[in-house]
């Protein structure tokens, strides 16, 4: 069966989806600082500038769903958003961060180029519907108890703001305690509804709340699922990236090192080539 085209949908001067080429969304899992933030994103966008790989900064300013009350969160709406409306301006970079609230979506859209639903509030009809008023693009991921033929719902939810301005993202579904597969009849799946998928690698990677207060994760998975996905179609790929994964704040079990980056992706851009090459 032949992978289905998705629609082209434009963030700032890239062409997402579409006949266009593999793009990249990455940057740390949080804020953990402003210089921090920066600087993750500038190595990121050098690697990508050097291999012509369209990409996108993502950073949370708060991440809500951490598996202890105790787990660093992030900066908070306002701070965080100063950090991001800094590096677009400066870095010239296109913009995603995640909404959790309706409350939130407002100020987060003056700032980021797509706003993120989380996966575990895929079904949130007010947020949904939110982030398609605001007019950005909105990236909803796939919840883990979601299967993929039911993400059409929220689609409908968004698009019947009458924006259509839609990605979806893959993370990986619930397979038991503490562990997720990654199912990759998704993608075709996912693209069959006509916009252009992504595929989160690192979140897949997790295993949620595997340390007892933290999630786990086995990095070492990264590259062949992301060669998989790739090979089965996807638009676009979602990496955690950091300097240093084991000192970071969030996910220090799955972010990939910013010194692997370039020759991963190197690897991964030879798979989509052929792909490509084939249609």
Known sequence: MPVPLTREIAVGSLKLGGR????????PCVIESEAHA???????????AELKLPYIFKTSYDKANRTSVQSYRGPGLA???KVLK????ELKLPI???VHEVSQVGPAAEVADILQIPAFLSRQTDLLAAAGRSGR?????????????EMKHAIEKVAGTGNEKILLTERGTSFGYNNLVVDMRSFPILRGFGYPVVFDVTHSLQLPGGEGNQSGGQREFAEPLARA?????????????????DRALSDPATQLP??????LLERILAVDCAVRNQH
Do not use: M, Y
Not at 20 to 27: C, D, M, P, T, V
């Open 96 to 98: 995603l961060t995640d």
């Open 38 to 48: 920066r600087s993750v994103a500038e190595g990121i966008a050098a690697v990508c």
């Open 258 to 263: 910013l010194a692997e980056l370039k020759p």
């Open 20 to 27: 266009n080429g593999l793009f990249l969304i990455a940057g």
């Open 86 to 89: 800094k590096i677009k301006a």
């Open 229 to 245: 996905a790739v090979a089965a179609g996807v638009d676009g790929l979602f990496l955690e990236v950091h300097d240093h994964p």
């Open 137 to 149: 693009v909105v990236n909803i991921k796939k919840g883990q108890f979601v299967s993929p033929w």
């Open 79 to 81: 701070e965080g958003l």
